[in-house]
């Protein structure tokens, strides 16, 4: 007959008794944690939920003269279509928005250029950001580039984008024009006999002027590089003050007159 040794039951586990936090302080970390989610939704809303394509309501040309038609079309997406009110145009101009700016913010730009007999068309891109659609321009221009001589132009991270465009279509295009913009490190149009005019704001504290005159280095021989006096970034778009900018020293609508004879004086020297 066997015998099993007895079984001592095993110690009790000691309890750990977990710091509690006083309702003042649960109270706190409440509010803290709801404020945060708050804002990581807000701002998650505010990138998906852009607003409204609006056209008209910030518009006025710099010289207050406006003989363009201007209207809302889809193709392959929404695009603000602004037009000479009277006669044909002989340049098709597509225009690739900053980052996170909505289209009609630069229609201003083209209501002044209709009167030159430019088409000014401003596609809205997904979010907002160019990036999400570079090749956009090709059922722009086939839509509406019929016989006329196209260019493609873009602000900030829309003119990076615009570039791009032009260095994979090379020979289609009649010119490129950069606002506060540059080619990416991995984009050249070096090669290019392309006509480009990029135009620099003198106290841009986003696309740093040395970052923009060393993109110059990546674009063809012979790239006109305008200054624009007094300006920063946003001054390029009707959008308002950007965090991260500089200070100007001219009124946004000094800074908007530079900016069209610069661009004007540039479509003139385009064949």
């Known amino acids: 007959m066997s015998t099993e040794p007895a079984q001592t039951p095993p110690a009790p586990a000691r309890s750990r008794r977990r710091p509690r936090l006083s309702p003042r302080v649960r109270a706190w970390v409440i509010a803290g944690v709801s404020l945060l989610g708050g804002y990581l939704i807000s701002t998650a809303r505010q990138a998906v939920v852009r607003p409204p394509l609006i056209v008209g309501q910030d518009a006025v040309p710099p010289s207050g003269q406006d003989t363009a038609r201007v209207t809302l079309e889809n193709v392959g997406g929404p695009v603000i279509d602004i037009r000479p009110a009277q006669g044909e145009a002989d340049t098709l101009l597509v225009f690739y928005p900053g980052g996170l700016v909505r289209p009609q913010a630069y229609e201003w730009?083209?209501?002044?250029?209709?009167?030159?007999?430019?088409?000014?068309?401003?596609?809205?891109?997904?979010?907002?950001?160019?990036?999400?659609?570079?090749?956009?321009?090709?059922?722009?221009?086939?839509?509406?580039?019929?016989?006329?001589?196209?260019?493609?132009?873009?602000?900030?991270?829309?003119?990076?984008?615009?570039?791009?465009?032009?260095?994979?279509?090379?020979?289609?295009?009649?010119?490129?024009?950069?606002?506060?913009?540059?080619?990416?490190?991995?984009?050249?149009?070096?090669?290019?006999?392309?006509?480009?005019?990029?135009?620099?704001?003198e106290r841009d504290g986003v696309a740093a002027p040395d970052d923009v005159r060393g993109g110059l280095d990546r674009l063809p021989e012979g790239t006109t590089l305008t200054v624009i006096p007094g300006a920063v970034h946003s001054f390029f778009g009707r959008y308002g003050p950007q965090k991260g900018d500089g200070l100007p020293t001219v009124t946004h609508a000094q800074a908007e007159e530079e900016i069209l004879n610069a661009v004007q004086a540039f479509l003139t020297t385009l064949k």
């Not at 991270?157 to 490190?185: C, D, F, R």
């Open 109 to 201: 730009l083209g209501r002044a250029l209709a009167a030159r007999g430019v088409q000014t068309v401003i596609p809205a891109f997904p979010l907002d950001l160019a990036v999400t659609g570079i090749g956009r321009a090709d059922g722009l221009i086939a839509q509406y580039g019929q016989g006329r001589r196209v260019v493609i132009a873009g602000h900030s991270l829309g003119g990076a984008m615009a570039a791009q465009y032009a260095a994979s279509h090379a020979g289609k295009l009649a010119g490129l024009i950069l606002m506060a913009a540059y080619p990416a490190g991995n984009v050249s149009l070096k090669d290019q006999t392309l006509p480009v005019l990029s135009l620099l704001a």
